[in-house]
């Protein structure tokens, strides 16, 4: 199974990011998918998670500013993201977890896939 994250980059205060994310290897449609962030020296955070039946769960953070959304017949996951602030500034990593798990979608141990992740800065 391969998750490749990708679209991240240097983006000014208020500005929008989209980033995507390709998966091979695995029966796309069956299993949730996930974003999820890390800033240096902080502990990877839960952004979104999207089911196979398109059932979302935003984290804190990214509520009302990010949108997350997959096409199963290209095998991708999207993370849209508005509204960008410096605090934003992290590691982005998709993740995906099997299809008969449904809860706790924020806790990293459950995840049974990575992506490398993609930088995002914020800029102020």
């Known amino acids: 199974v391969q998750l490749q994250a990708s679209g991240g980059g240097l983006v000014q205060a208020g500005g929008s990011l989209r980033l995507s994310c390709s998966a091979s290897g695995l029966i796309f449609s069956r299993y949730t998918m996930a974003w999820f962030r890390q800033a240096p020296g902080k502990e990877r955070e839960f952004v979104v998670a999207?089911?196979?039946?398109?059932?979302?769960w935003y984290g804190d953070s990214a509520k009302g500013r990010f949108t997350i959304s997959r096409d199963n017949a290209k095998n991708m996951v999207y993370l849209q993201m508005n509204s960008l602030k410096p605090e934003d500034t992290a590691v982005y990593y998709c993740a995906a977890v099997r299809p008969d798990y449904n809860s706790n979608y924020d806790n990293t141990r459950v995840y049974d896939y990575w992506g490398q992740g993609t930088q995002v800065t914020i800029s102020s």
């Open positions: 999207i089911t196979w039946s398109d059932g979302t």
